[in-house]
């Protein structure tokens, strides 16, 4: 079978497989996501295994610690899936949810009723754990999923998607409402985003060149996963003490994700106090900076930043500054350089915090806090597929509610249209 009816297959069995989850109880889908907790706590060593292989070819290829670190798997990690599954199993099923209903004049009653997309095809590099993630989430909103990982990952997300469907199996579920690609190769996913008779929904989560690729190539609407270039303003009226502390968390913390700062805006009232502090605690982080010329008169010895650097998502230790002479010059920096991911603020000034919160145009604005907090289990949502960058037709963390849409119902008596 070549890759193309191999994929056309897979996308022909979620079909069926979204029409049968239509009918699965709310406790036959936290059933089944119990059973793969006990799944994957028992082969655990197994999805270990598999990882180090993927790892250690990453690193023959000499890709890039960061992207390493996202690869990587460890006890604690899935410990961390098994917390996921746990989390989704406890949050409400928003599937049947009747959101708003009323009644005509003429006796009608109309409601509006949340229900599952139908099969998604989730397409996202490194981070294998995210299988369990999007799993756990498409099972919990009644909908089929099609996983294409990246080619780094395929060991780790072809054992965990077996442990998957093993699960389904034993919990009555359909096998193929969670399925994988296990072809690597590039024509697999331009297959998949056309399949537009079987796929309701393309979901990306990777680099701009993956983005780019499949927004240029489907004929499936796409809910992206787009870069985060992250800023943090340090205000005039900020805190030094808090600004230091959420500023290191932002970069430092875990810089290879999305969600970490890659630009860090200082207001020049406070610039020559925060500055100095700000860098000792980075150089004891080994974090790069690069700066702008007024940041480069406090900061002398570090390297310049060039235009480029604003529209750079570093993933790394590595991190651009520019000092800035007001909260409006700020605010137009991240809306001109920005991917409209996670911004934050560090003030006192509720004027200021308000103004930042209206005028940045972000799916995650922060006031005193790391942006390292637009995460879907942070935000109490359970898990995410991606933090969507866009604003139709879900903005911000793409959890349960986001996997549904809603249809309308309508109640009658008999009544015909004059």
Same mark, same amino acid.
């Given at each position: 079978?070549?890759?193309?009816?191999?994929?056309?297959?897979?996308?022909?069995?979620?079909?069926?497989?979204?029409?049968?989850?239509?009918?699965?109880? &709310?406790? #036959?889908?936290?059933?089944?996501?119990?059973?793969?907790?006990?799944?994957?706590?028992?082969?655990?060593?197994?999805?270990?295994?598999?990882?180090?292989?993927?790892?250690?070819?990453?690193?023959?290829?000499?890709? @890039?610690?960061?992207?390493?670190?996202?690869?990587?798997?460890?006890?604690?990690?899935?410990?961390?899936?098994?917390?996921?599954?746990?989390? +989704?199993?406890? *949050?409400? #099923?928003?599937?049947?949810?009747?959101?708003?209903?009323?009644?005509?004049?003429?006796? %009608?009653?109309?409601?509006?009723?949340?229900?599952?997309?139908?099969? !998604?095809?989730?397409?996202?590099?490194?981070?294998?754990?995210?299988?369990?993630?999007?799993?756990?989430?498409?099972?919990?909103?009644?909908?089929?999923?099609?996983?294409?990982?990246?080619?780094?990952?395929?060991?780790?997300? !072809?054992?965990?998607? @077996?442990?998957?469907?093993?699960? *389904?199996?034993?919990?009555? %579920?359909?096998?193929?409402?969670?399925?994988?690609? &296990?072809?690597?190769?590039?024509? @697999?996913?331009?297959?998949?985003?056309?399949?537009?008779?079987?796929?309701?929904?393309?979901?990306?989560?990777?680099?701009?060149?993956?983005?780019?690729?499949?927004?240029?190539?489907?004929?499936?609407?796409?809910?992206?996963?787009?870069?985060?270039?992250?800023?943090?303003?340090?205000?005039?009226?900020?805190?030094?003490?808090?600004?230091?502390?959420?500023?290191?968390?932002?970069?430092?913390?875990?810089?290879?994700?999305?969600?970490?700062?890659? &630009?860090?805006?200082?207001?020049?009232?406070?610039?020559?106090?925060?500055?100095?502090?700000?860098?000792?605690?980075?150089?004891?982080?080994?974090?790069?900076?690069?700066?702008?010329?007024?940041?480069?008169?406090?900061?002398?010895?570090?390297?310049?930043?060039?235009?480029?650097?604003?529209?750079?998502?570093?993933?790394? *230790?590595?991190?651009? !500054?520019? /000092? /800035?002479?007001?909260?409006?010059?700020? !605010?137009?920096?991240?809306?001109?350089?920005?991917?409209?991911?996670?911004?934050?603020?560090?003030? @006192?000034?509720?004027?200021?915090?308000?103004?930042?919160?209206? *005028? /940045? #145009?972000?799916?995650?604005?922060? +006031?005193?806090?790391?942006?390292?907090?637009?995460?879907?289990?942070?935000?109490?949502?359970?898990?995410?597929?991606?933090?969507?960058?866009?604003?139709?037709?879900?903005?911000?963390?793409?959890?349960?509610?986001?996997?549904?849409?809603?249809?309308?119902?309508?109640?009658?008596?008999?009544?015909?249209?004059?």
């Amino acid at each position: 079978m070549g890759i193309k009816e191999e994929v056309i297959k897979i996308a022909r069995d979620a079909k069926a497989a979204s029409y049968k989850m239509l009918s699965i109880s &709310t406790d #036959d889908k936290n059933k089944a996501l119990f059973i793969i907790a006990e799944e994957l706590y028992k082969n655990r060593d197994e999805i270990l295994r598999q990882n180090e292989i993927d790892v250690e070819n990453a690193k023959k290829k000499k890709l @890039s610690p960061a992207f390493i670190d996202r690869l990587t798997l460890n006890s604690k990690r899935i410990d961390e899936m098994l917390k996921v599954l746990n989390d +989704v199993i406890a *949050l409400p #099923d928003p599937v049947g949810e009747i959101t708003k209903q009323w009644t005509r004049p003429n006796g %009608l009653i109309i409601a509006r009723k949340r229900m599952p997309l139908g099969v !998604i095809g989730f397409i996202y590099e490194a981070r294998p754990n995210v299988s369990i993630e999007a799993s756990a989430l498409t099972i919990k909103s009644g909908n089929a999923i099609i996983l294409r990982g990246g080619s780094d990952a395929i060991r780790s997300n !072809i054992c965990i998607t @077996s442990i998957v469907q093993k699960a *389904l199996i034993r919990a009555g %579920l359909p096998q193929n409402a969670v399925s994988v690609i &296990t072809s690597t190769d590039r024509e @697999s996913i331009t297959h998949l985003v056309r399949c537009k008779e079987y796929v309701d929904v393309i979901i990306p989560r990777g680099g701009l060149n993956l983005i780019r690729f499949i927004e240029e190539n489907t004929l499936i609407p796409v809910i992206r996963h787009d870069q985060g270039i992250c800023h943090t303003f340090v205000d005039e009226f900020a805190d030094i003490d808090m600004a230091v502390r959420v500023c290191y968390n932002a970069k430092v913390q875990r810089p290879g994700v999305c969600n970490a700062m890659e &630009t860090l805006l200082v207001h020049s009232n406070i610039a020559t106090k925060f500055l100095p502090i700000m860098a000792e605690e980075y150089k004891k982080a080994n974090v790069e900076l690069r700066g702008c010329k007024k940041t480069k008169v406090i900061l002398p010895y570090i390297k310049d930043a060039v235009e480029e650097d604003w529209r750079t998502e570093y993933l790394d *230790l590595i991190l651009s !500054i520019k /000092v /800035v002479d007001s909260i409006d010059e700020a !605010i137009e920096h991240i809306n001109t350089y920005g991917s409209h991911h996670s911004d934050a603020i560090i003030t @006192s000034s509720k004027e200021n915090a308000e103004k930042f919160l209206k *005028l /940045v #145009d972000s799916a995650a604005c922060y +006031v005193n806090a790391s942006t390292r907090f637009t995460d879907g289990n942070e935000f109490g949502l359970g898990a995410e597929m991606g933090i969507s960058n866009q604003k139709l037709h879900v903005r911000g963390p793409l959890a349960l509610e986001g996997l549904t849409s809603e249809k309308y119902i309508i109640y009658g008596t008999g009544q015909i249209r004059e």
